[in-house]
């Protein structure tokens, strides 16, 4: 539909009269202005005004008001019908889609007063003179609504108007605000209003117009002050597509996503980027090649394999993001876009958080499978709860009235018009977006699990059948055959008792170490660097010091298409294994985390890619060429030392200082000496800015000669598992020897005693990690009357361990 004559006819001038009520500059408001121009615009009012002075870089913009809004529905005599229509609807009389269809015919075929066509004119006029576009040509801005209920902290409304970008013109600027106006009332917004209990009639809309940046030649993506999922509030969540970013927001492309460590912001010499993961990003909206409107092109393969920002991109965005959250006191959602001209960042939108940062900072409730099935996809985890039900296939909105209550919904990907079906849903399963796309968003605010990017769920999810939907496993989410049996445990951690013994948790995966920031840990108290290679590298060390010695063509050949994109191969493992350890010292920081060096046996290093060449086949691995034996031997040596990199690197560039180094399965003082020799060679000098290392007392040596290794260490970390098979000779691994297995048997107790005593006599830290003090609470009572200094747990038996601890030490 076209403006009417009349609306385009009026001569209007670049001064820009004063026309208060119907139009305001971005720089004229802020958020006590709410009521007249929204939550969206009034944020981007609040930033303009408060925040450009300190470096914050806005789009310069206007907005129409919500006195304009009623002034075009008072002029064109629509109030009452569409009062009529919402009664009718309200009573059953009629339907959504009938009465939606309605009020917007309504409202797109009435006119502009034209006090609010000259207002809107005359602002764009001047955003074009102040643009200093040649011979005053017109200049391409972004419309959006900015409904009066809508960005609040309370009601995101994820999208529930239209956006409308690249629009050129006067007479397109004014069409682009009547539909913005049509848009309140889509039959999605109407039923986001009706889910919150928001008076249709009550709610007025304000429009945003917003100069474009020319991101269609860059990128764009969106930020989160927190943790999406977990809520953990020290970490700024970026994602990054190319193009426009209605992609990103939409969940049509998986974007590049970006972790950042916020308390380390403010550390000039740190880094802190913990999270960098390259996305497909397989199109871009780009605009149109004349005129207004936009254009989805694909990308080129070397867009595909860039990332969208650089670090210190990356980490300008974080500090902008900071900023934005500390001024409005609270966690906050924001979309940022660079201009592809000049390469400049912009923060275009800056709305509340509204899920995560509405939950309580103290209750926990851990979902927990007890059970296995088949996995049919994975993807991107949102949220941490689990779901069954059986699945109910839709590839087409139009075909969201056979969906099933109750269902676990599988879909290609969804839009606003889909929230009726996903607030009755199980679980949510999608072919494509990410963690900020509107499936992420709105499965949060709902609370309902969902499994976002998988490519293949409609393909390889059959309806009708069975399916658990598991965001409970970290960053990655599965579907699981079947309906698997789960458990859910909550517990308010601030209820929890006191202890003098320091509790710590075991993590291993970085990608599912947010989860536990709300436990009252002491630290991490045991990080296996192995776990993070086997599932974030998994390519063996050396065959990237020496990836001419791999004989396979395929593990060539993956070994290639991992660790493209960096300029050397051993490159891609030190950047990986440092952002990996990073991650999982965040959640505790400052607190130590304690990283325990590489332990695989041969047979394990073998299983990496390219292992098999560097790896020679031992009769007892458990035995063999294993932790400290390998550092220094010249068959290792090469690989130890990226090892030692990727540790600089988290401690020195990224800035996590609070990581201790501990070595594993240490035979002798002598090696000790290798070890820490071979350390000091790749500039990891024990004491030198910090650096604390530990070794794990888990051979009976160890324990004889307490009083040695406490000489050459800052501390000791018993490790049950592998001290009992040794003082037993029991194969911790035989099935058939299982019934002997036991950490509480007294020639073991006895060792552990004794190593509790010789480090305290030596005066260094001891303590414990294992299973051994949650599964028996008598082992917990023997470790608190032996005064150890630390027991390190699992984190999913941290809640019901942390009462059998206090209850031991009430005892003592």
């Not at 809309?205 to 930020?223: K, N, P, T, W, Y």
Request: proline share 5%; hydrophobic share 45%.
């Amino acid at each position: 539909m076209t403006a009417p004559a009349d609306e385009g006819q009026r001569p209007a001038t670049a001064e820009e009269p004063n026309h208060a009520a119907l139009v305001l500059r971005f720089g004229d408001i802020g958020m006590e202005d709410l009521p007249d121009v929204g939550g969206k615009n009034a944020s981007l009012g609040e930033l303009t005004r408060a925040l450009t002075a300190s470096g914050v870089a806005v789009p310069e913009g206007f907005a129409t008001t919500a006195f304009a809004y009623r002034e075009y529905l008072e002029a064109n005599g629509i109030r009452e019908p569409m009062a009529l229509l919402l009664a009718d609807y309200r009573s059953g009389r009629s339907s959504l889609r009938n009465t939606g269809a309605a009020i917007r015919e309504l409202i797109l075929a009435a006119e502009f007063p034209r006090p609010s066509a000259d207002a809107i004119r005359a602002a764009y006029r001047g955003l074009i003179a102040r643009a200093g576009s040649g011979a005053g040509a017109p200049i391409a801005v972004a419309v959006r609504s900015s409904a009066t209920a809508e960005d609040l902290p309370e009601a995101s409304f994820a999208g529930a108007q239209e956006t409308f970008l690249n629009v050129v013109g006067e007479r397109e600027l004014l069409e682009a605000c009547r539909r913005c106006y049509a848009s309140l009332f889509t039959d999605r917004a109407i039923t986001y209003r009706e889910l919150h209990a928001i008076d249709h009639m009550g709610v007025s809309l304000s429009i945003g117009v917003q100069r474009m940046v020319r991101s269609d030649r860059a990128g764009s993506g969106v930020m989160f002050t927190l943790d999406t999922e977990s809520g953990f509030p020290r970490a700024v969540m970026i994602t990054a597509a190319w193009g426009l970013g209605e992609t990103v927001v939409q969940g049509s492309v998986e974007p590049d996503k970006y972790e950042v460590f916020s308390p380390l912001l403010a550390d000039p010499g740190a880094r802190p980027i913990i999270g960098k993961t390259l996305g497909a990003k397989e199109s871009k909206l780009v605009f149109a090649r004349s005129g207004s409107g936009t254009l989805l092109l694909e990308t080129s393969s070397s867009e595909r394999e860039a990332f969208v920002l650089d670090d210190d991109e990356i980490l300008g965005l974080a500090r902008w993001a900071i900023a934005v959250q500390e001024h409005y006191g609270r966690p906050m959602d924001l979309e940022w876009a660079k201009d592809g001209l000049n390469g400049e960042l912009f923060l275009v939108q800056a709305r509340p958080e509204t899920v995560q940062s509405a939950q309580s900072a103290s209750m926990l409730r851990v979902h927990r499978l007890t059970g296995s099935g088949p996995v049919l996809t994975r993807g991107s985890a949102v949220g941490d709860r689990i779901a069954s039900g059986d699945a109910c296939v839709i590839r087409d909105v139009k075909d969201i009235g056979a969906f099933r209550d109750g269902c676990v919904l599988v879909t290609t990907m969804t839009d606003p018009d889909w929230v009726p079906v996903m607030r009755r849903a199980a679980g949510i399963v999608t072919d494509h977006g990410g963690p900020t796309s509107h499936a992420a968003i709105v499965s949060r605010e709902l609370g309902v699990p969902a499994v976002v990017g998988t490519v293949d769920g409609t393909s390889v999810i059959a309806d009708g059948n069975p399916v658990t939907v598991t965001c409970a496993l970290g960053a990655e989410g599965l579907v699981l055959d079947g309906r698997v049996p789960f458990v859910v445990e909550e517990a308010d951690v601030g209820a929890l008792p006191a202890t003098r013994t320091r509790l710590m948790v075991n993590l291993a995966d970085p990608s599912g170490a947010f989860r536990w920031w709300k436990l009252p840990a002491a630290g991490v108290g045991l990080a296996r660097m192995e776990f993070i290679v086997s599932n974030l590298i998994r390519v063996h060390p050396m065959a990237l010091v020496h990836p001419e010695r791999v004989g396979d063509a395929e593990e060539v050949e993956a070994i290639r298409e991992l660790t493209r994109g960096y300029a050397e191969p051993g490159d891609y493992f030190v950047d990986r294994l440092a952002r990996g350890m990073a991650k999982i010292a965040s959640p505790f920081y400052p607190a130590p985390a304690i990283v325990r060096l590489s332990d695989f046996k041969t047979n394990e290093y073998a299983n990496l890619l390219g292992g098999a060449a560097f790896e020679e086949p031992e009769e007892n691995p458990m035995l063999g060429f294993r932790g400290a034996s390998r550092y220094h031997d010249p068959r290792y040596r090469e690989g130890f030392a990226l090892e030692c990199r990727a540790i600089r690197k988290a401690r020195e560039e990224l800035g996590f200082r609070n990581i201790v180094v501990m070595v594993p399965f240490c035979r002798s003082p002598q090696e000790a000496d290798a070890v820490l020799a071979v350390m000091a060679e790749e500039g990891l000098v024990r004491g030198a800015d910090g650096l604390q290392v530990y070794v794990m007392c888990e051979i009976p040596s160890n324990v004889i000669l307490a009083d040695q290794f406490a000489a050459r260490f800052d501390g000791f970390s018993i490790g049950s598992n592998d001290l009992t098979q040794l003082v037993l000779g029991v194969d911790r691994d035989s099935e058939q020897l299982a019934r002997l297995f036991d950490e509480r048997n007294p020639a073991v107790t006895a060792m552990i005693a004794q190593a509790i005593r010789g480090a305290h006599a030596a005066g260094v830290h001891i303590g414990i990690c294992g299973q051994g003090p949650s599964n028996h609470p008598d082992f917990a009572q023997f470790l608190v009357a032996e005064g150890i200094d630390s027991i390190s747990l699992n984190p999913d038996s941290f809640l019901r361990t942390v009462p059998v601890i206090a209850a031991a030490e009430a005892g003592r």
